[in-house]
């Protein structure tokens, strides 16, 4: 069962072989396993923090109590090492558990201050590979984990995505770095796995209906992946196909996962939005809490791309909001290219 957290403060030789991984600082018999940091941190939790595969391995096999012990932020070891992303200490940490047969909570299950299991926090931290061995390998109900925010671990895959174009966005931001170096030679390493749609998709067969649940902001993962800057398509094709009853969720304001791509989504993306035709055509005349078609958003946001796409799926232009205003207003109201479109589909407004 779970010991309680050691009250003997660590000393700072014992600190720093824990840093260094110098474990023979445990065969002298000077560390009884009580003790801890002021963060109550234990010997595990640092030797985690520095990736010290031989010190965890013989501190386990003498205090393998240690596992299930938490620091000041109900950290256990397992949510250190999601942080790092070492898939070969989580395998260690996992197999000392199971032989040690230890009664009590399961580590990788427990929750730390804020309600985040090791499985959301390897995803904050995009240590993806990571991620997918705590689902695959150890314990796939993680996927049914809600932190304090209302967050599953599919939430955190999506918000805290990491997409091909990082790639581009690190090397721009370093070249100023580089620039100045006068010469120096920078090396930028990247994961093997660095695109999120592998992992997304796992979370998804694992545990579709999370694409339907609202974080603490009113946001599912699928209106959450609409609502980036640049909209997430391939992670709103998989919750779509996995999860199609997720569309019918509304954000806090009504607003569907199809009003948000508008607000957000500013370049020709025809040929992909057909391609989920079938699941946009149920919701391409719902309105906000404001009366707001997805066609009245459109062309507020001057989005011709949107527009014209809202035509070919015959959208309805003659819906009238709470201001009494319809699409078809609006588009009367805009420029040249606008009103051509607006003759070429002859959509009338009707008052």
Known sequence: MEKMEGTNVMKNEVYKAAVKGDWTVLDNGSVSGDECTVTKANILHIAVRHEQ?????????????????????????????????????????????????????????????????????????????????????????????????????????????????????????????IASNRGGIYEVQFPLEENSGHIITLLLKKNSSAACLQDSNGLTPLLRAASFKTPDMLAIGSMLKYCPQSIEVCDAFGKTFFHLLIEHLHHDNSEYLLSIEESIRSIKNCQDLYGNTPAHLAVKEGNIFMVRFLLRISAKFTIKNEEGVTAADLLQQQGDEFHNLLMKKQVQSHH
């Open 53 to 177: 595969y031989d010190f965890i391995k013989t501190a386990l096999g003498k205090f393998s109590y240690l596992l299930c012990q938490r620091n000041s932020d109900n950290n256990t070891p397992f949510h250190i090492a999601a942080e790092v992303g070492d898939t070969r200490i989580l395998e260690l940490l996992v197999s000392c558990y199971n032989k040690a047969a230890l009664e009590g909570l399961v580590p990788w299950r427990v929750k730390n201050s804020k309600g985040n299991t090791p499985l959301h926090v390897a995803l904050i931290f995009a240590n993806l590979q990571f991620a997918k061995n705590l689902v695959m390998t150890v314990d796939p109900e993680l996927t049914t984990f809600v932190n304090d925010s209302g967050q599953t671990p599919l939430h955190l895959a999506i918000r805290y995505r990491v997409i091909d174009d990082d790639r581009e966005s690190v090397l721009d931001a370093m070249k100023p770095m």
